[in-house]
């Protein structure tokens, strides 16, 4: 059970700073408008890479999670 919550909160942890990082609300360019519209910085990019790869890795452990806990149930 706790490495499904574990994952879980990886998961969703993850998928927040993605979606934060693809809005980007904190940047202006003077070329448009929009935030989102402006190029990404590398620092950022890398951000948003790790949390991908934090919300993929998130997303294994609940797997892992459920099915070992639904192995420990059929015992």
Do not use: K
């Amino acid at each position: 059970m706790l490495s499904i919550v574990i994952g879980a909160v990886i998961a969703i942890a993850g998928a927040i700073v993605n979606i934060v990082y693809i809005f980007q609300p904190w940047r202006s360019c003077p070329y448009d408008d929009s935030p989102s519209a402006c190029g990404m910085l590398p620092a950022d990019a890398t951000v948003m890479s790790i949390a991908m790869l934090g919300t993929l890795v998130g997303l294994v452990i609940v797997a892992l999670g459920l099915l070992l806990s639904r192995a420990n149930a059929n015992r």
